[in-house]
């Protein structure tokens, strides 16, 4: 019998690479899945926190997949290393602070790393000649083969008839027959697919998988770049970013305000890290405060909070302002009327 050849997928929880792992399988290949953590990846976070999505699936896509396909999925670590793709990106940034083309090669280069010490054939993933303007154009896909190390052990079964021969393809291991030329933007030949394999309640199969591809949260990541000494980031960084109404009233100092009750829930794990205020006259939104404050800023900040909260219309509001040496200061203020906000204050 002739020995049965394994992959690796790049398993990110997006319909594509669904169906490329699945298409292997068919062959009769052993399929494991690779998830590479960023700390970028939308899976489940917004949704988990925020109270109005509770009725929305608490689901990481990429393990769904896997238990869809009844695979092993390896989920890996990556913030440190990935510091640098982001920072440092050879290729540039697309439309937001997605650096789409070093990114897919970063993670494909770290897949070849990952065959070589688990005695694996080759690599799959889910690309789509066409389909991302970036990372997925039939001139930039040879680039993440070249700079990866991957050469022809990167199969892309979805569109592999688009592109030259592999060696799973010419050594016989994967029946090119068997394998697609699915190109373009449209999805409709993969949800076509989906319903062959019998695929349901698959994840959007235009939605993105990472933060940086939103330009609300890349504005929010290049302002907080702008007002530090420094363009380096921690988990905490990346994760406050993703909740809140972030205000800059000055250039010293940020707030962060709680948008509804889950926010507020998850802000208040930050508390020993960050200042915050919160109303102690009326019901309200938790507030942190990101910089170096002073009493005029905190009296500032306490009124904007104000704003937001049951006593936005009062005359007067009592607002506790925290320190995370566990000092506190009690502030009376007059909410912050709405046209008194200038709109370049929002983040």
């Known amino acids: 019998m002739s020995k049965q050849r394994k992959a690796v997928a790049l398993i990110s929880g997006g ?14 290949i052993h399929v494991e899945g690779i998830n590479f953590y960023t700390g970028f990846c939308v899976e489940g976070h917004t949704h988990a926190i925020r109270k109005k999505d509770k009725a929305k699936p608490k689901r990481n896509n990429a393990l769904w997949s896997a238990e869809q396909l ?4 390896h989920i890996v670590d990556v913030i440190e290393e990935y510091k640098d793709v982001l920072l440092n990106p050879k290729h540039g940034y697309g439309q937001n602070m997605n650096p789409c083309l070093d990114c897919k090669g970063f993670m494909v280069k770290k897949a070849v790393e990952w065959i070589k010490e688990n005695d694996f054939d080759f690599i799959i993933t889910g690309e789509v000649i066409g389909q991302r303007p970036m990372s997925q154009r039939r001139d930039t896909m040879p680039v993440i083969q070249k700079e990866s190390g991957a050469g022809d052990l990167l199969l892309r079964p979805l569109c592999a008839k688009n592109l030259p021969e592999t060696i799973p393809e010419i050594e016989g291991w994967v029946d090119r027959e068997k394998l697609y030329d699915f190109s373009g933007r449209t999805r409709k030949p993969q949800m076509a697919l989906a319903k062959e394999f019998g695929f349901v309640d698959y994840a959007s199969p235009a939605g993105g998988c990472c933060f940086l591809t939103d330009k609300n949260y890349s504005d929010k990541l290049v302002d907080m770049w702008q007002h530090r000494s420094s363009r380096d980031y921690e988990l905490d960084d990346i994760m406050m970013l993703k909740v809140g109404r972030h205000i800059r009233p000055n250039e010293n ?5 709680g948008r509804e009750q889950g926010e507020n829930k998850f802000m208040e794990g930050y508390k020993k890290i960050y200042p915050y205020i919160h109303c102690t006259s009326h019901n309200g ?7 170096n404050i002073t009493a005029d800023d905190a009296e500032l900040a306490a009124r904007i909070a104000a704003r937001y909260g049951q006593g936005r219309d009062a005359d007067e509001v009592e607002m506790s302002v925290n320190y995370p040496d566990g000092k506190n200061t009690i502030l009376k203020v007059k909410p912050m009327l709405a046209d008194e906000i200038p709109e370049v204050w929002y983040v």
């Open 253 to 257: 100092f940020k707030m962060i305000v």
């Open 15 to 28: 319909l594509d690479s669904l169906l490329a792992a699945k298409v292997m399988l068919e062959q009769g």
């Open 70 to 73: 009844g695979i092993k999925l």
């Open 285 to 291: 939104p938790l507030t942190l405060l990101d910089g």
